[in-house]
């Protein structure tokens, strides 16, 4: 919690695309998660272009620091990933890999936090697969997996620059995840 008492929310999530349609996604379910009082903050883009996650050494580069430093800061999680052949995509799994880093942490990896979790991919297919596995992930790394999570076909749905949906049911889904999270982390903190 910051020392103005607001709950802080990352996103993480998106392509090496500014603007993306996983971007934008994301970019809703924060805008929910500000309405519920967080204070947010996204990792995106040309940010999440980071080396392989080296366990082995101790060297991060200034961005995966910042990664790094900024899910330690974080009181929830919002993180979309596009749905590339069935699967989240490296981007987002190197991003998550990092995590490790946090593993010696008071609060190690995203130990009692909430996560919100949303694939994105042009077809239900990736994006219910990408979505599972963003949540098996949050399993795996002690964070606790929104009620609603969020699949997006973006064969169907848009987003435009502003950070609307073109299908409302999308937009209030993103929004209500991005609640959540913000919502359980209040209550933790």
């Known amino acids: 919690m910051t020392s103005s008492g607001a709950i802080k929310v990352l996103g993480i999530g998106g392509s090496l695309r500014d603007g993306s349609q996983t971007e934008r996604a994301l970019r809703v379910a924060l805008a929910g998660a500000a309405d519920a009082g967080a204070e947010t903050f996204a990792i995106c883009g040309q940010a999440l272009n980071l080396p392989f996650y080296?366990?082995?050494?101790?060297?991060?580069?200034?961005?995966?620091?910042?990664?790094?430093?900024a899910v330690r800061e974080a009181d929830?999680?919002?993180?979309?990933?596009?749905?590339?052949?069935?699967?989240?995509?490296?981007?987002?799994?190197?991003?998550?890999?990092?995590?490790?880093?946090?593993?010696?942490?008071?609060?190690?990896?995203?130990?009692?936090?909430?996560?919100?979790?949303?694939?994105v991919a042009h077809g239900w297919q990736a994006a219910v697969t990408t979505l599972d596995q963003l949540r098996t992930i949050t399993h795996a790394l002690r964070g606790w997996p929104t009620p609603l999570g969020g699949a997006v076909n973006t064969a169907e749905v848009k987003f435009d620059p502003?950070?609307?949906?073109?299908?409302?049911?999308?937009?209030?889904?993103?929004?209500?995840?991005?609640?959540?999270v913000a919502e359980f982390a209040q209550r933790r903190a």
């Not at 060297?59 to 790094?68: D, I, K, N, S």
């Not at 502003?162 to 995840?177: H, N, W, Y």
Request: charged content about 30%.
């Open 76 to 119: 929830g999680v919002v993180v979309v990933s596009p749905g590339y052949h069935g699967a989240l995509s490296g981007l987002i799994k190197n991003a998550l890999d990092y995590i490790e880093d946090l593993r010696e942490d008071r609060r190690p990896y995203l130990d009692g936090r909430a996560v919100g979790a949303v694939g």
């Open 54 to 69: 080296d366990a082995v050494s101790a060297e991060r580069t200034p961005r995966a620091g910042q990664l790094v430093e």
């Open 162 to 180: 502003e950070g609307g949906a073109s299908e409302e049911k999308v937009e209030r889904t993103l929004r209500l995840i991005g609640t959540q």
